[in-house]
């Protein structure tokens, strides 16, 4: 037994020395998100699979090895400039977050002012990307999602008339419906009033729906997360109210919500990058690392997007050739520059052949889903 | 009937209210202190019912009794930890410290349940009924919410009037000095007070959730809000004041939401709360206190 | 000047507080100077005057005047806006040394006025009718600024209370105000020395208040609001000057702590920040400028202090905030703790009596 344990801890000791031969760049990567309040469910699944991520990295035994710290920013811009400082401290060389809108926005003129990269899951606004040229976004923007649903809607000719309710004390959902809107005005869809309600007011949303069937809606847009819209669906059927409903990549997570009777959910349509019931490997795969870290959760899209945030990280960093004892600006001239140029594409969970522009924002392609029988199933 | 089905909308919803207000009023009524943590023991019980009856299928009436009996236990716990030792404290320390068990059962229940939202499954399993040819629904839910609110409040009524105990809650809430001088167990009373609050907060967590079935560690925060301003609405500490409180804003929140704004319910309702308490400043069916010098 | 110990009351607490602000000034700037102050230490500075700002200030209605607050962040909203809103527009093609001020009273002003506003109705309630009224307007004006947007272009200004897209605006637009997003882009300006400064005017001005007659009156009315009109005072006339002083010294806060961030948001300023000023009130004991500020400090401190704790920091935090309002309120844990200083320091003691009933 002894013999063994010798041997081991030679093996183990050799190997460090191996390891250490290689001189592999250890980099730190800050995350920041919102892990208690409200929010909280978006920040943890970021950091969950950004976790995952990281340890990908590092087991792959490259050149590059990452260190990661996520900071709770409890949804609000002041604890998230807070956090951000934290990490800096910490020696954060690039940073992959903040995951909700307004403190990404917040955090990013401070990352503009230290010139730190900031490679953005889940904030979609366009105001987030316009605040610097070192920010970048993994998720679409909002204009993007709102463009592309209305000539979806148009193209397809869904509805005749459409009705819309919309989170208006969340920039996400007001972003996507202002685009709606005008896009929609253009192609000629017929959109009644917009309905909305507030984070403040989101225990009844029977109303809207109501609204919505008095109007004579057959086709609902939906550009909120899946939890309120959870509510509308089943306020939809206790009203015997037969309509179509079209969301947005926010919708994702509604088949795996706990205790939620997925017969309600059956012809929902979503435009979206990322489902976790997809069959490919890479999905699979992840889906099953989260599930065993998680004891058991299903990721939803902000999971997606933080781990394609570490892998995007980890491609440009390599082909970049960052060290660590390079400063934050450093890296990020050289990821900026790596990034934006013409071969860099990334395939990743939320989209295969990512690539970006110097405005920040990423170009890839959302896909149309219906739901069947309980399941996504590509739409055409 | 356009304003007929909105309106039923708006019972549904202050029906929830009044049930909520009912604890809470009860709680201000006895211990002269606004509770801020009703709310999450609200979403407590609401967890309880959950683990039993949406995943366990427990009967759903054993489910809220056994939500009763942990909320209770908690509602006693909570009142022998952190208030008990500031009877004769400025009335603001117990504000704070009822802020503070707040926040302390929102992030318990995030590290022991996560934050991720459960969807409920209503314990009602009738269907309401539909009138005009169904251009009218009345759910099941509102039916079982306003039934349970009524009962709820008479039974209190006729407790605080007619039962011994009732009458010493009664006493305390008048002059709690008074009170102890005639031997009442003060204490004891507060903390009956604490524990039926707790149990009517379990049901009220049971029913919010039936009408509205997100679930998530903040659930009982903002209907735990609406609910403390329908009791000041209807006048705090007076138990029809908290049930014709909730019922009336429950109205005009999903009223202003039809016919005026969306975005602008809240605002509303606060507007319409103001302007109340200006007519009347001690609300609806509140007592009007002349002080004595 | 009188000698040490025989000193007028009102003068030391004068003292000690301007010393506490000029010790705490002090500290910070040796701290830069030597280069050891952490980016999250210095981050934390312009929210920590803001704070110790709002504290003083809803000491003014909580403390001296008696009546319980729950809508103190909407003053604090209601200067940043306005006070922003210039900063961000008009103020911007103004130097600094102009735009700023003007921000400042800009703010100062639109808080005052809301504090006209509210406090008409609401001093004529007492007790939690006050309170919730007081929360009430806070969220009514969170609401509303939620639903707010402004744009410019070339035909003028439009205003809407729905969305963005109902304003139609050409295609040269620019948005001023974004509902839910607030006013983005904002030129940060605030520095350490601005707080400082802000918080010396205002304690001057709290501190003076206190001492004046008008001072005198607002504690007579908290203490015994019958004896106080029966002695001829003129309750309303002293309750407002309490109240909307408050809220002018609060939209200074808000404009302080909006010129810190490149974004402003109406959510920021919801009844739970009012909650927390109040806790840093309540903490720092009522009518005790020196305890709220040290409160304002310790309470905006900690949650990053506790960073270590990862996902049970606000747990901690929780327990923490409970734990420090039992020892220091609980009447039991109050003659402990006196007890306890009696054996060690008997005069002492006697002192810390004596400002316990202050």
């Given at each position: 037994m002894k013999k063994v344990l010798s041997v081991v801890l030679t093996g183990a000791l050799a190997a460090s020395f191996v390891m250490s031969a290689c001189a592999a760049e250890t980099i730190k990567i800050g995350g920041i998100g919102p892990t208690t309040g409200p929010a909280a469910i978006y920040g943890s699944n970021v950091k969950n699979a950004m976790e995952i991520a990281v340890e990908e990295v590092n087991a792959e035994g490259g050149d590059i090895q990452f260190e990661l710290e996520f900071e709770d920013d409890q949804h609000d811009p002041e604890v998230s400039v807070n956090a951000y400082n934290h990490l800096k401290d910490w020696g954060m060389q690039i940073l992959g977050g903040t995951v909700t809108t307004n403190p990404c926005l917040a955090v990013g003129a401070e990352a503009v002012s230290d010139n730190m990269l900031l490679l953005t899951p889940s904030a979609s606004s366009q105001d987030v990307i316009d605040t610097g040229d070192n920010i970048f976004q993994v998720c679409f923007t909002d204009p993007n999602q709102g463009i592309a649903s209305a000539d979806y809607i148009s193209n397809q000719e869904l509805g005749t008339k459409i009705g819309v309710i919309y989170n208006s004390s969340d920039p996400y959902s007001t972003g996507i419906l202002s685009n709606f809107l005008a896009e929609a005005a253009e192609v000629g869809l017929d959109v009644l009033d917009p309905q909305a309600f507030t984070d403040d007011n989101s225990t009844d949303l029977t109303t809207q729906v109501q609204a919505c069937k008095d109007g004579g809606a057959d086709l609902i847009f939906l550009p909120i997360y899946y939890t309120p819209a959870s509510q509308i669906l089943k306020a939809a059927d206790d009203m015997n109210y037969d309509v179509k409903f079209f969301g947005v990549d926010g919708m994702d997570g509604i088949l795996s919500l706990e205790g939620f009777d997925t017969s309600l959910a059956e012809g929902v349509m979503l435009l979206t990058p990322f489902v976790a019931t997809a069959t490919d490997d890479a999905t699979v795969a992840f889906v099953k690392a989260y599930a065993d870290k998680t004891g058991g959760d299903i990721p939803n899209q902000f999971a997606a997007d933080g781990y394609d945030v570490v892998k995007a990280l980890y491609k440009a960093c390599t082909e970049a050739g960052v060290t660590e004892d390079m400063s934050p600006s450093d890296i990020c001239e050289a990821l900026k520059e790596v990034m934006t140029s013409d071969d860099f594409s990334y395939d990743g969970l939320t989209g295969s052949d990512m690539t970006w522009d110097a405005s920040g924002a990423v170009s890839k392609a959302p896909h149309g889903l219906i739901i069947e029988n309980g399941e996504y199933q590509p739409m055409d | 009937m356009q304003f007929l089905s909105y309106l039923v909308r708006g019972i549904s919803l202050g029906s929830v209210y009044a049930l909520i207000a009912l604890g809470y009023t009860m709680v201000y009524g006895i211990a002269k202190m606004l509770n801020f943590a009703h709310g999450d023991v609200i979403m407590v019980g609401g967890y309880m019912v959950f683990f039993t009856f949406c995943k366990n299928q427990v009967p759903p009436v054993l489910a809220v009794l056994f939500a009763m009996c942990v909320c209770t236990l908690l509602g006693i716990t909570i009142e022998k930890i952190a208030y008990k030792p500031l009877r004769g404290a400025p009335k603001l320390a117990v504000l704070i410290t009822a802020i503070g068990v707040s926040y302390f059962l929102q992030n318990s229940a995030m590290l022991l349940w996560k934050s991720d939202p459960k969807s409920f499954t209503s314990i009602v399993s009738f269907d309401g009924v539909t009138l005009f040819d169904g251009n009218l629904q009345i759910s099941g839910e509102t039916i079982v919410t306003i039934l349970v609110s009524v009962v709820i409040m008479i039974a209190l009524m006729l407790f605080v009037k007619k039962t011994k105990p009732g009458r010493a809650m009664q006493a305390v809430s008048e002059d709690r000095g008074a009170a102890l001088l005639m031997g009442i167990n003060v204490n004891g009373v507060i903390s009956m007070t604490f524990a039926i609050g707790s149990a009517l907060a379990a049901i009220a967590g049971a029913l919010l959730l039936s009408s509205y079935p997100t679930l998530t560690p903040t659930t009982g925060a903002?209907?735990?809000?609406?609910?403390?301003?329908?009791?000041?609405?209807?006048?705090?500490?007076?138990?029809?004041?908290?049930?014709?409180g909730g019922i009336l804003l429950g109205v005009i929140e999903n009223l202003s939401k039809a016919y005026i704004s969306t975005q602008l319910a809240d605002a509303i309702v606060f507007l319409v709360l103001i302007i109340v308490l200006l007519v009347k400043p001690t609300g609806l069916l509140g007592k009007k206190t002349t002080v004595k010098v | 000047m009188e000698k040490k110990g025989k000193m007028k009351k009102t003068t030391k607490t004068t003292l000690t507080t301007f010393g506490f602000v000029a010790v705490f000034w002090a500290v910070i700037e040796i701290l830069t100077v030597s280069g050891h102050l952490s980016s999250k230490l210095n981050g934390l500075l312009i929210p920590v005057c803001a704070y110790m700002i709002m504290a003083?200030?809803?000491?003014?209605?909580?403390?001296?005047?008696?009546?319980?607050?729950?809508?103190?962040?909407?003053?604090?909203?209601?200067?940043?806006?306005?006070?922003?809103?210039?900063?961000?527009?008009?103020?911007?093609?103004?130097?600094?040394?102009?735009?700023?001020?003007?921000?400042f009273l800009i703010g100062g002003l639109a808080a005052g006025i809301l504090g006209v506003i509210v406090g008409v109705p609401v001093l004529r309630l007492s007790g939690d009718y006050l309170a919730i009224v007081t929360l009430a307007s806070g969220e009514i004006l969170k609401n509303v600024l939620c639903a707010l947007y402004i744009g410019k272009d070339s035909e003028g200004i439009h205003m809407s209370l729905k969305d963005q897209f109902s304003l139609g605006m050409a295609p040269d637009g620019k948005m001023l105000m974004k509902g839910a997003m607030g006013i983005t882009g904002i030129k940060k300006f605030a520095n350490f020395s601005v707080g400082v400064v802000l918080i010396v005017i205002t304690l001057i001005f709290v501190l003076n208040l206190m001492n004046s007659r008008a001072g005198r009156a607002i504690t007579a009315i908290r203490d015994d609001e019958i004896a106080a009109r029966a002695a001829g005072l003129d309750l309303t006339r002293y309750k407002m000057i309490a109240f909307v002083s408050a809220a002018v010294f609060a939209g200074f806060a808000g404009v302080l702590y909006a010129l810190n961030y490149s974004a402003l948001v109406a959510d920021k300023f919801d009844y739970n920040l009012s909650i927390n000023v109040l806790v840093m009130v309540v903490l720092g004991g009522m009518g005790n400028i020196l305890g709220g500020m040290i409160a304002a400090i310790i309470l905006t401190i900690l949650p990053e202090l506790l960073r270590g704790f990862s996902q049970y920091r606000m747990f901690i935090y929780s327990i923490v905030l409970i734990v420090m309002m039992l020892f220091n309120q609980a009447p039991a844990f109050v003659s402990w703790r006196q007890r306890l200083m009696a054996r060690i320091r008997p005069k002492a003691a006697g002192k810390q009596d004596g400002k316990e009933e202050q």
């Open positions: - | 903002m209907p735990g809000i609406k609910a403390f301003v329908a009791a000041v609405f209807g006048g705090i500490g007076s138990l029809p004041g908290a049930f014709i | 003083i200030s809803l000491n003014l209605v909580v403390g001296f005047l008696g009546e319980l607050s729950l809508g103190h962040a909407a003053f604090m909203s209601a200067g940043a806006f306005a006070g922003i809103f210039f900063y961000t527009t008009a103020g911007a093609e103004l130097p600094v040394y102009v735009s700023v001020p003007v921000s």
